[in-house]
Every structure is written in C-alpha cells, then in structure tokens.
C-alpha cells in the first residue's frame, strides 16, 4: 500500500475563505445566483485555482466549469465536484465545500500521478439551487443532455429576467446548450456538507451516501367558508384552517409510521384572509414527502393525498390536492460507496450510511453515472443560513477521503 | 292601544341604494373610511335626510351627527342610530341600515308626535369600524367622552396620516375632542343585521340582542427550530407549525367545551419562514376567544393561554403568550329588550334572543347607558364583504321594530 496522499489544509481553509467573500451580503451570508456578477467572479476565481493546479480549464455551453488531469486512458473519466452558486443569503460550505475539496483532491493526486491512469477533472457545477430561475439543477442536466434549448426562455428569474437573457450576459448562446452534453464520464463523487444534525449529534466523522430521497411535493387547497369569529356558532363554521390543523398533525403521523428516512413536512402554509376576526376560508399548504425507495415514495404520496382528502370530508371543506414535484429517489453506486467505505475505514475514522434527504447534482448525475457523496457533519444541522458551520478539522477527513477515493479509481 | 306606526318602505330602499353608492369600489362593496371624502359625502346626504326629516341637525367635535326631534322633556334623550363608516369592501348595511333604519323610524314617530314626550335623536356615529385608523370606537367613546385627545396624535392610518391630521381636513379641531362628551343621554337603540347565520339558518325574522360578548385577543408566538425538511430526522425536529397545529384543534375543543355562545377562533396565523423545504422555526398566532359572560370570558382566556403552553412543552417548543385585546362583555338593558318583544310580539314576528358576538357602538354606549339592539337576519351570515344581504321584505320589520320601541320608550 502506497502512503497516504495529503490534502493541503492552508489552501483549502484559504480558497473557503475567499469564496465566501464573493457576493457577501451584508446582513451575513453571500449570495451567488447563476449568471450573477458573484457567480462569475467566484468562477474567475476557481478558474485560476485549477490553472495552478496545473489542470486543463474548459468551460461548456452553460457555463460549467471543468479543469483535468490528462490520465493515459481519456475516457471514462472520473469527475469529481458540486456546484459554485448559493443560495440566497447561503452559507460558507454548501457547493464550495464540494469544489475547494475537489480542487484539493486533484492537486494531491496531480503530484504523486502526473499522469493518472484514468483521466480526472474537478467538475464546477453551474447551477444547482434554484435560486435565481426554478431551472431544477441546470448545470447536471445539461451534461446529461437533458435541457431543451427553449427552457432557457422560459425560466425568468424575480425581475423578469429570462434564463436566456442572463446566459448572453456572460456570452453563453443558449441554442448552444446541446453541446455541453457528454457521454464520456464514467464516475462522479461528491463531497458535500450533510446539512443536517444525524452526524455532528452522533459524533461520527463521515457520512457515506447510499441514495438521495425521492422528492414530492403536494399542493393542498382546503376551502372552507370565511365567517366572521364572532357571529358564527362552531356548528355551522366551514372553519379551513381547523380542518387543516388536522391534516398537519396527520401529515407528521404518516412520516412516522413509515419510519426513518421518511419525511412528510408542512413549511409553506397560508391562510385566507388571515384576518383574526374572520374564520379561514381557504388554506393553501404544501406537504413535502421525501423516501429514498421509490415504491414506499409513491405509498407515502398516496397517503399524503387520501389522508388530507378523508379529514376534509369528515370536517365538511372541500379539499382539492396536486402534486407540484415527483422526483424519483437516486441511489448511489454500490461500488464506489463501498470503495468510499474502504478508504474511510483505511484510514481508521468513523462513518456511518446515509440517505440524503436534500438534493444534489448527484442525484441528476447518479441516473446515469455511477456516482457517490461523502458527507461532512453540519454543526446542529444548520444550511442555508450563515449559521452553516463545520470546523476545518472536521472537514479535511471528508477531502482526505475524497482524494483517497479519487485516486483509487484512478490511478490504480 | 295605537294603530300600528308605519316606517317608509321606499325611503329606506332609496336611501339604502344612495349611501351603497358612495364609496363604492370597482370590484363590488363599497368604503367608507372615517374622515375620506367618501365618508363625508355620505355624511352630507344624510345631513339632508335629517334636515328633510324635520330635525334640527348638529355635528359634535369628532364628526358624529345628530337629528333632534325635540320633546316636552328636553332630558334624558333617546338616541337611536348606528356608524356611517365602513370596512374595505363592505357591503350595503353594515351601519348603514341603523342610520337609514333611526331616520325612517324618528321620520315616522315625528309624522304622529310631532312634540314628543322625550327628546329623541339620530346618532350617525362617526367611526365604529376600525378600518382607517385602529381608533376603537372613535365615534361612541367621544360622545361618552373616553377619548385622550392625545390619541387623535398617536394613530396612524396606513399612509403615515394621524387621526388629528385626517380630522382637520375636515375642519375639526382635535383639541375640542372632549365637547363631543355628552350627559344627557337615557337611552340608546341601534338596528343592525346580524352578520351571522342564526337567524337566517333558523328562519326567524328578528333577534333581540341581550349582550355583547366579551372579547380576547391573545397573540401566540411558537418558536421551534428551523430546519431542512430534507435532511432532518423527524425526532430531532422542533416543528414550530406542528405544535401549532395541535394548539389549533384544543382551541376549537375549549369552546366547544364551553358550548355556545363560547368562541374560540384562529383567524390569523403566519408561519416563518414558510418555505415548502424548511421546516417552520417560529408560527404567530392570533386567538380570538369571546363570551359574554366576564366570569366566563376570564376563564376562556386563561385556558386558551394555559393549552397552549402544555402543548408547547409537550411538542418541546417555546410559547410565549400575550394578550391584545380585553374588552368585558356588555349587557343590553333588561328594561328595553323586555320593551322590543313586547313590540315585536304585538306584531306578531317571530323573534329570539341573541349574543352579539360582533362588536358594535352598542357595546360603548351600553356600559354607562340603557341600551339595546335588534338584528335583522343576514343571508348565509355574509358580513364586511359585497356579499352582505338581506331582502327589503326582511329589512322592514326591524325598522318597524325599532320604531315602535322608540315611540314607546319617548311617547308614552
């Protein structure tokens, strides 16, 4: 066994650093949304990252960014990355945890294998947040192929700018978006903040993915009948947001019988009128339902539905449901997680299997890729929020195992 | 006994149809807020009803107007009467049909008495409706001179204007609030629709009002923890909207435990930061809970704060609690709801008692003076909307009603 690659610590607490300051907002948090005046100078900034690093830079038809290491074989090649824009208001790690540690990997990698077996390139995802247009993880989907030219005219963002508009800013041609099509990767791993609690409170160094939940959402309208909260006896109260109070606490009830990992959530609820001297008329809410097994995915959904359903009848509103979102679940490599696990274990830190609840580029990628994540704990769980937080020693186990996993699918 | 008095059926559907006009919105309903240029055109069209009426018309400090049919007693004075303003889009008899409703009534007394025994007044009452400025009653509490004329500084209307500064568009000076308060007043008698299903639902043609109820409003705030509800296993969620949930359901259960005329409603709740993908950190709620008896009301209050605070710790969440509004319960004058069935009964209409579980100028005057109301039905309850309605068939024997109550209580 060959000794252990070494990630440089100082350059990767450095480039954290530097990117975080890139769309700073000043309330705390930074803000890079795709084809943003940030977004573009955190990529100018990657970009120079990877020329030093000694990779080939590229960049393709929507605006990802690549840098690769030549190996002997060019193909399949191992792409190893996440995403350069944020949320609004986002943390420090979440995508550039992804794209430091890549960058980290690669080097480490570059100077023991100049010349890899396989080719490797860091992948700088475009886009993966909807955070400025809903385009559903652009830049993953246009590697696939997956984007029909005319979404980019239909996506605008909240002053009404188009998708397309925003891409000839920075001299994309949206008729070009075919081209950033590729079929010659043969693996993806990510590196990624758990964004979650399960880690940081159980004391365990990694998590190693073994799928992405499958995602639904459910918009529900209960209608009811307004009346005034004073005059209108209980008897004869059409009362939505009773009626819905109901569906709430059955929604929570159904995720746990099902048990972990499924999720059932109410987030966005809104009443109508919302005045306190009026009974609700109308309830508006949406029921976010997540499994990673996609036949207990589609029972969860049903249940979702029916449940709200009966509970309007038996409190006489009308209940009206749509499903706004059905992701299937993604599951991971079975090779490149045991892979991952073996690396982990080689170097004698703690990890445990996840399922990830949040999405991520890996899930468009892993349909067609074998792919895999490693998670990093998330002090108290927090994300998309400057209160994301991981301390640098609790990261470097997760670029460390990234390299090491990196280097053995591709240079051995 | 007397023949029968006879109020002016056209009159009233004239004057009905004049007022609905001002302030009428392109979308249905009309406004009226207290001191707008609709509100004084509607005040100008009855000042000429008044003055049509034989009455000798005078405005007091706040804009409140009066019609005197002068006495052989020139004191206590029986005012009888209802609000000019209105809500947003309020419809055409919210207030509206007590004023119309007291000038038909005073009208048709004066037409047989032209020099009563007592003095009796329409009171078109300024403001009752809260709508422009949160003023509580502007219009009664200055006739019962409860008014700081500190307050006319202190409310604000949606575009920044004070109270005084609206008053003095209309030439009245803030300064002079308290020469609205008057001493001279026995009796008060107020005709309104019950902007509540009872009697309509019943089939009953009118309802006597015996109190008001007492009203709470208790501000709730939730605060759980914020969380993705991806990522986050539901047992270390602090789920703010599902310990709400729970709150939601026991105060629809507290009142039906009381029984009526017990309320208990959330109108308003908003979740934060309600996003379909987060679970809800924090949920404010507002608690409206009347009853008109104080004993009651008192003990209603203290459950809905004492439920909600169990349930927050049992769903480990932080409540905090705080009480808006406490406004006691007003009883409607033994002596003068005896006096209205015996009237309704001598025209043989059918008729029951009735909480108000709606605040009206009724509830001011009536805790320093004999007062009472008399509802006529309103279809399906509809109230503060363009859907209020009651038929002119169904309109007419409340003001009879109140017409012959006040020829008893001045003539004889």
């Given at each position: ?14 480039y ?5 300051v ?34 080939a830079?590229r ?13 002997v074989?060019p193909?399949?090649?191992?792409l ?7 949320v ?17 990997a ?19 995802s475009c886009?993966e947040?909807?955070?400025?247009f809903?385009?559903?993880f ?7 192929g ?16 188009t ?9 994309l ?27 940081d ?26 009346d ?22 059955a ?19 809104d009443?109508?009128p ?9 309830v ?23 449940r ?5 009848k ?37 990890y ?9 580029d ?43 996993a ?7």
């Open positions: 066994m060959m000794d252990s690659l070494n990630v440089d610590v100082a350059l990767i607490e450095s954290l650093d530097r990117l975080y890139i769309g700073a907002l000043p309330g705390g948090g930074a803000w890079r949304p795709v084809y943003s005046l940030a977004w573009n100078e955190a990529r100018q900034a990657i970009r120079g990252w990877l020329e030093e690093a000694g990779l830079v960049e393709d038809a929507v605006g990802n960014l690549f840098g690769r290491l030549e190996g074989e193909e399949p090649v191992i190893v990355g996440s995403h350069v824009d944020t609004y208001a986002g943390g420090r790690l979440d995508g550039a945890l992804g794209v430091v540690g890549a960058i980290a690669v080097r480490a990698i570059r100077a023991r294998h100049p010349r890899p077996k396989r080719s490797i390139e860091v992948f700088v886009e947040e909807d955070s400025r809903v385009c559903d652009w830049g993953s989907r246009a590697l696939l997956q984007i029909d030219p005319a979404e980019a005219e239909r996506y605008r963002d909240a002053d009404g700018i998708l397309a508009q925003a891409m000839r800013q920075f001299g041609d949206p008729r070009r978006i075919p081209e950033a099509r590729r079929s010659d990767v043969g693996a993806f791993l990510e590196l990624h903040i758990e964004q979650g609690p399960v880690l409170r159980e004391g365990i160094a990694l998590g190693v993915v073994e799928a992405i939940s499958g995602l639904n959402r459910t918009a529900v309208r209960v209608a009811g009948r307004a005034h909260a004073g005059t209108t006896p209980l008897a004869m109260r059409g009362d939505a947001l009773v009626a819905t109070a109901a569906m709430v606490l929604m929570r009830g159904l995720a746990e019988e099902l048990g972990e990992p499924a999720r059932a959530t109410v987030g966005r609820l009443v109508h919302n005045q306190p001297n009026i009974v609700p008329g109308v508006d809410f949406v029921v976010d339902s997540r499994h990673p097994d996609r036949a207990l995915q589609q029972r969860l959904l049903a249940e979702v539905q029916r709200c359903e009966n509970i309007g038996s409190h006489g509103v009308v209940v009206e449901t749509s499903v706004l979102v059905d992701q299937p679940p993604t599951p991971m490599s079975p090779e490149i997680v045991a892979l991952i696990e073996r690396v982990i274990e080689r170097r004698g830190w703690s445990r299997r996840l399922v990830s609840g949040a999405g991520h890996s899930q468009i990628l892993g349909r067609q890729i074998p792919t895999a994540m490693i998670f990093v704990p998330s002090r108290n769980g927090r994300s998309h929020s400057p209160a994301e937080y991981t301390p640098l020693e609790q990261i470097i186990p997760g670029v460390q195992a990234l390299a090491d990196v280097e053995e699918l591709g240079c051995t």
